[in-house]
């Protein structure tokens, strides 16, 4: 499917606009130049792991090859509160998304057996994994994806999040404060077919 | 039947006086509503398409209150099928008591909260607490205001009257309480920090949550919660148990409904096409999941909302708290929100509150705090008719006899002196002559007869010239036919 490059412009403009970082890749090894500068400047440790979560089976295999051994994908056949533990501690969390809003900065996350949302949410730093096709012009469009998904698959997902910049406050003195209690740092990585 | 709210019980003029004297809160008060209307003017300008949502939104939002009964049920019915609990809560202390069933048939330890205007207004962390079960805000400002004992000053911004170095003094006597190291400066940066490793403990070892809900959809049964800070992202995917405490007018038809009217919280409260995080709940988690709450309850609250269907106040009930008439209020700007001495502060809370109550808390709101400069009017997103409100429930409270007969005794006096030219021009003679009589110069300042005294003391009263522009404009005329 070809990428409308409007689109595409217009997310990037409003995702930075949110206090959100882009990064544009075509193939694995960008993804992993990308993540091994992530992980060296946010401390990656076998304390403190990267968490993944919710990834296309073909990322997830590209995550799989690098050459990182404090990464831990998340499986459903694995113990859910070990991986909780793993979550609180990481610091850094890869998920996918179901869909972004270009006109809003937005991306959108579906809680489900393979995809959780705990990486999105304790690590200070989440990393959100977006192929350019899943980009929708506006947050209205992506509200209709969410309503047919949600049909189409019998059930309603238990928890939808969408995420729209960082965990910020400016509750003491009006000043803007990123990172209070979700991540401080939310990076795209845009996939382009 | 009418609500249950709290309320501050000193008087007004103790209230304004305090609010008044505090720099602190005037200087952030100050800076935050003009910033927060300043860039929601900008967004609605820029975006056209959200100026339609909204249009469309106003509409949709009066007929899902039109049609409140329906749509609860139909919510119900949703939630339910998915393994929810729901509860409708006909007031205050319902609300609070089935929520503290919930928590004690858990045995819940430790309760954690994303912020919440309902629950201020059923007081459920002072019931928590005096069943001895811990209630901890996790709202970056509740949690400052909750260590400071106190009510929130702003809805969007609790804490907006307290300082860095107030709150490194919270933070710091916390610490030591805690046995904790404190934050690491009064810097800002170090506060926030100091915030989330202390809450970061909280979320982990909760064993309940509480949110309230900025949305509720009756086709889909989903409930939606809007924050900045992630924090109730954090309470409704850890904890076992969730409990959501929303009031019965956030309902919204269906998810056509909810795309409207989604956006509008953060283009009207904080000038964004969205805000950090929109959480979406359709119920408990299915097995095999890595967050979500095992059980989930819903408790509906009425404390007085039904009762205003069907009359002029109705479009009250569209109200989704972003404080857009707050930041546009000229008093608020001055005195803040504890000044107001309602958990609801600014033009929409002057108006809620007697009227949720049947006016038996703070009936005098409408009158005291208001200067009918339809500043509100224009800011409220959902076009509720504020200044026509407070003008009907002046006179409601009238009709009424809610104020004291002195006031009444005033008032009639000065309306029988201004209702004619006459009376007005004996009014401006006599007022002349007391005047003179005073040998005070500068103004007519404690000339006046019963309330007029206490109006004339926080308000600069300009001197009564010597002579009226008729009475000029009558000499003018003679001496022009003389010549």
């Not at chain 2, 339609?52 to 949709?60: D, I, L, M, N, Y």
Request: net charge negative; charged share 25%; hydrophobic share 40%.
């Amino acid at each position: 499917m070809a990428v409308d490059e409007g689109i595409l412009r217009r997310f990037e403009e409003e995702w930075q606009g949110n206090a959100g970082k882009i990064f544009h890749i075509v193939q694995a090894e960008e993804l992993q130049t990308v993540l091994t500068d992530l992980a060296d400047a946010n401390g990656v440790s076998d304390q403190n792991p990267i968490v993944v979560s919710g990834l296309s089976e073909k990322w997830a295999q590209w995550i799989r090859t690098w050459n990182m051994k404090q990464v831990y994908i998340w499986n459903p056949e694995d113990e859910a509160e070990e991986f909780r533990h793993r979550c609180a501690d990481a610091s850094v969390g890869i998920t996918g998304c179901a869909w972004a809003a270009a006109d809003a900065g937005s991306v959108c996350l579906y809680s489900q057996k393979d995809s959780s949302l705990l990486p999105s949410l304790l690590p200070p730093v989440h990393v959100v994994m977006i192929s350019a096709a899943q980009i929708v012009s506006t947050f209205r469009e992506g509200m209709d994806r969410l309503y047919r998904d949600a049909r189409q698959g019998g059930e309603w997902p238990a928890l939808v999040k969408i995420v729209a910049g960082p965990s910020m406050t400016a509750d003491i003195e009006g000043q803007l404060i990123l990172g209070v209690h979700g991540p401080r740092d939310v990076y795209a990585v845009i996939v382009d077919n | 039947m009418a609500g249950q709210l709290p309320y501050d019980n000193r008087p007004w003029p103790e209230r304004r006086d305090a609010a008044l004297q505090n720099q602190t809160m005037r200087h952030t008060i100050g800076f935050v509503t003009r910033r927060f209307t300043l860039i929601k003017g900008e967004i609605y300008r820029t975006s056209p398409d959200l100026e339609a949502s909204r249009k469309t939104a106003v509409g949709q939002k009066r007929q899902a209150i039109r049609d409140l009964p329906q749509l609860l049920e139909q919510f119900r019915n949703q939630v339910e099928r998915r393994g929810a609990h729901t509860y409708l809560a006909a007031q205050a202390q319902d609300a609070v008591d089935i929520a503290l069933n919930i928590a004690r048939s858990h045995q819940a330890e430790l309760v954690i909260k994303s912020k919440s205007m309902v629950t201020e207004e059923i007081e459920l962390n002072q019931a928590f607490e005096k069943a001895g079960i811990p209630v901890r805000e996790t709202d970056l400002g509740e949690y400052i205001i909750q260590l400071a004992k106190e009510r929130p000053s702003h809805i969007l911004a609790p804490a907006a009257h307290r300082n860095r170095h107030q709150v490194e003094e919270l933070f710091q006597a916390d610490a030591s309480r805690e046995k904790i190291s404190p934050p690491q400066s009064d810097e800002i940066e170090d506060l926030t920090r100091y915030a989330r490793s202390r809450l970061r403990q909280e979320f982990l070892r909760a064993d309940m949550g509480v949110t309230g809900g900025n949305f509720l959809v009756a086709e889909t049964g989903t409930l939606v919660l809007i924050t900045n800070e992630g924090n109730a992202d954090m309470v409704t995917s850890l904890p076992p148990v969730l409990v959501s405490i929303v009031g019965v007018e956030k309902i919204v038809r269906d998810w056509a409904s909810l795309t409207e009217i989604i956006q509008q919280p953060a283009m009207s409260g904080i000038g964004r096409h969205l805000s950090s995080y929109t959480t979406m709940i359709q119920g408990p988690k299915s097995p095999g999941s890595v967050e979500g709450p095992r059980e989930w309850h819903v408790i509906l609250v009425d404390n007085g909302r039904m009762a205003l269907r069907d009359t002029e106040f109705e479009d009250v009930l569209s109200c989704i708290r972003c404080g857009a008439c707050l930041n546009a209020c000229p008093v608020f700007r001055e005195v803040g929100g504890h000044a107001y001495g309602s958990v609801y502060p600014g033009p929409i809370g002057i108006v809620e509150t007697p009227l949720l109550t049947d006016f038996q808390v703070l009936p005098e709101l409408p009158s005291a705090l208001c200067t009918l400069c339809h500043a509100c009017q224009e800011a409220c997103p959902m076009d509720i008719a504020l200044p026509d409100h407070i003008i009907s429930l002046r006179h409601t409270i009238v009709k009424r006899h809610l104020n004291s007969s002195t006031v009444n005794w005033t008032l009639r006096t000065w309306a029988r002196f201004w209702s004619t030219p006459g009376g007005y021009r004996r009014s401006i003679s006599l007022a002349r002559v007391m005047q003179r009589l005073s040998g005070k110069k500068r103004n007519a300042q404690g000339l006046f007869p019963g309330i007029f005294a206490g109006w004339g003391q926080t308000r600069e009263i300009p001197q009564v010239a010597p002579k009226t522009f008729h009475e000029w404009w009558q000499e003018w005329k003679e001496r022009a036919e003389e010549k």
